[in-house]
């Protein structure tokens, strides 16, 4: 156990490191002469790559998710990828919420290494004491809502104390040049819990979020200083931990099916390109008033009547009377991408004409994956990041786009009946 001597009533002081001194932008170079920001890497490449090449020495972190996703774990692990790549690093957990028991039995079961210290603490100047005592070079504290400081009124997880703990934190990991992983909560609504200057002080924002899918996590930078926030990681949950998806194509589909009302498109979820699944079925409407139902699973109505209006309009189909149900499964968070407009226009297609698309279309590949952008023009334009798809349909031995030509939407039909 750390030990604190910290006094509560004692009158803080600011940080003050060899950069605090007023400075051109010249003498600033010139002092710093050749040196690389230091970086710590993982032991797993792919975690580096995320990172871009790394943690970086005096970063601030803040990894944010709904309770129960992982992060404790998730944070654990970090910290054990660091060590195994770099043994010699002082890694320390403190944590606010759980008893450092309960931590060290978790550690345990993941197989962290022993030389993590751990530290049970919510008190925010006993904190800083033990962090400039024992001088590690990278913390996780867990969580930023739990920690308080005696210097205001106001219960842990306030704005207050919130605002204050991490501007002090912040201050402390820059003048120290400590890397510090903050974990915080999500409410309910999906947002960050504390202060929005919460997300400018640090110099990444890391979410762990669900996906449609049970088991499965993603992991993406909201904000990322260092690097940049077009990468994502699928992770599922296993007994040992938060395990990384290395080919996520085809993760988050249970089976492929085949049938009327069916087509496969190949959407990307950031870095991240996923086959997923679109369902439609187009029935008679017996109620009353003559107007069809619009059901959207897995993207917005307003994308689905947009879509509807296209068809009506250029394939001069009336739809008005009929039920319209479409489903998308394999997308993370129900999020959506444009080029998978051409997939869900071609399952609702295949539901009208009660025909699968291989007898619509006039192809016989047995796999096939669809990706293209829809305009109000009744155009098909290519899919963004095209060369991506193609690659990956090929690795997953899928037909890309058959039977389906860059132009008019109509040409879908007259070019093949």
């Not at 028991?101 to 079961?109: F, L, N, P, T």
């Not at 369902?279 to 009353?288: D, K």
Request: charged letters at 20%.
């Amino acid at each position: 156990m750390i030990k604190s001597t910290a006094n509560p009533n004692a009158p803080r002081k600011a940080w003050i490191n060899s950069n605090s001194k007023i400075q051109t932008v010249d003498q600033i170079l010139q002092s710093a002469g050749n040196a690389v920001q230091t970086r710590y890497p993982f032991s797993a490449e792919i975690l580096s790559d995320f990172w871009n090449e790394g943690l970086v020495a005096g970063s601030l972190t803040l990894l944010a998710g709904e309770p129960g996703l992982g992060k404790s774990t998730l944070a654990l692990q970090l910290l054990r990828s660091l060590f195994l790549a770099k043994t010699d690093l002082k890694l320390l957990y403190i944590t606010a919420e759980e008893s450092v028991v309960e931590v060290a039995r978790r550690s345990q079961r993941l197989s962290i290494p022993k030389e993590i210290y751990l530290v049970q603490n919510n008190s925010l100047e006993e904190i800083e004491e033990q962090i400039q005592q024992f001088k590690p070079q990278v913390v996780v504290l867990d969580s930023i809502q739990t920690i308080f400081s005696t210097e205001i009124v106001g219960s842990p997880g306030s704005v207050s104390q919130v605002s204050l703990v991490a501007n002090r934190l912040l201050s402390l990991s820059k003048s120290q040049n400590i890397s510090m992983i903050l974990i915080g909560h999500v409410t309910k609504e999906g947002q960050i819990a504390g202060p929005k200057t919460l997300e400018h002080l640090v110099d990444s924002v890391l979410t762990i979020e669900a996906s449609e899918t049970s088991g499965y996590r993603t992991l993406a930078f909201g904000k990322h200083r260092y690097g940049t926030t077009d990468n994502e990681l699928l992770l599922k949950m296993e007994e040992t931990g938060l395990q990384i998806v290395t080919d996520p194509s085809l993760a988050l589909l249970e089976n492929l099916e085949t049938g009327v009302g069916v087509c496969y498109g190949l959407g990307l979820e950031k870095n991240l390109p996923l086959v997923v699944e679109i369902q439609a079925l187009v029935s008679q409407n017996y109620g009353q008033g003559g107007f069809g139902r619009r059901e959207a699973l897995g993207l917005k109505s307003s994308k689905l009547n947009t879509l509807i209006a296209i068809i009506e309009k250029y394939l001069n189909i009336d739809l008005k009377s009929n039920d319209v149900y479409v489903q998308i499964t394999g997308l993370p968070k129900n999020l959506y991408d444009e080029s998978l407009d051409l997939p869900i226009f071609l399952a609702i297609l295949s539901s009208i004409n009660n025909q699968t698309l291989n007898k619509l279309l006039k192809f016989k590949n047995a796999k096939s994956v669809f990706a293209g952008r829809l305009t109000l023009s009744g155009k098909i334009r290519p899919a963004t990041k095209e060369e991506s798809r193609i690659n990956t349909a090929k690795k997953l031995k899928f037909a890309y786009n058959p039977g389906v030509e860059i132009g008019e939407v109509r040409g879908i039909i007259t070019g093949n009946g």
